[in-house]
């Protein structure tokens, strides 16, 4: 299952929302699921691509909340730990899993942990 950042025209009403800020888009984005996909019997590992100030996680978390369903982890490819997403989402008590984490970015120097 996925979210949506618009709700497609062949998504039926009734779907769960959330808001989070969007480095990127420079505003807010609205995250969509349909209630035909998420069930307040599922068990939820929650994957996104980046981690950083971790408020986009937060509001996939709210979604899955919505629907009675059980957040069991968060897995992304790449934490920018400078950013204290990991603090903010640390009350979920859930484990938190990164494939690579950068330390730091300081002009053209990534560092990354090892």
Partial sequence: VYARKKQPITMQSGVYRAEAPSHTKGGTVELIISPEYLHPTDRVLLIDD?????????????????????????????????????????????????????DSMDGDAIVVRE
Avoid: D, H, M, Y
């Fill in 50 to 102: 980046f981690l950083a100030s971790g408020q986009t996680i937060a509001a996939l978390a709210q979604l899955i909340a919505q629907c009675g369903a059980t957040l069991c982890g968060i897995g992304c490819v790449i934490e920018k730990s400078f950013e204290g997403g990991r603090a903010l989402l640390a009350e979920l008590n859930v484990p938190i899993i990164s494939l690579a984490t950068i």
